[in-house]
């Protein structure tokens, strides 16, 4: 089992920044479509940004022009900057890995999951 770590959720201002990271050590961040979900309260896991492993990335409407996905391969480490943050956007954020090289941004997609890292905008 592939073992994702997220790490970099904190509390924030809106209009704030934070960069969230997810490492791995048995995953291939770079050989596979890796992606960022997130879930509020009461509502159901929605794709954040994903990145094929042609580097090709893809966004939700909701966070396009303020998320950039993107990786490093030497560290194995696949990472989520998010600028201009909205009260909206509070949630747990989750890492996931797929088998596939590209694929939709759904969670049906991604058998690998970390444990998630919360972030929250307040106002």
């Known amino acids: 089992q592939a073992q994702l770590v997220e790490s970099g959720g904190d509390s924030v201002q809106s209009g704030g920044s934070l960069r969230l990271a997810c490492t791995t050590s048995?995953?291939?961040?770079?050989?596979?479509?890796m992606g960022w979900f997130r879930q509020a309260p009461g509502k159901d896991r929605e794709g954040v940004a994903g990145i094929a492993n042609d580097g090709t990335s893809n966004y939700a409407d909701s966070v396009k022009g303020r998320f950039t996905i993107s990786r490093d391969i030497a560290k194995n480490t696949l990472f989520l900057q998010m600028n201009s943050l909205k009260p909206e956007d509070t949630a747990m954020y989750y890492c996931?890995?797929?088998?596939?090289?590209?694929?939709?941004?759904?969670?049906?997609?991604?058998?690998?999951w970390g444990q998630g890292t919360q972030v929250t905008v307040s106002s």
């Open positions: 048995v995953y291939s961040v770079s050989q596979y479509f």
């Open positions: 996931a890995g797929s088998s596939f090289k590209t694929a939709p941004l759904k969670a049906c997609v991604f058998g690998h």
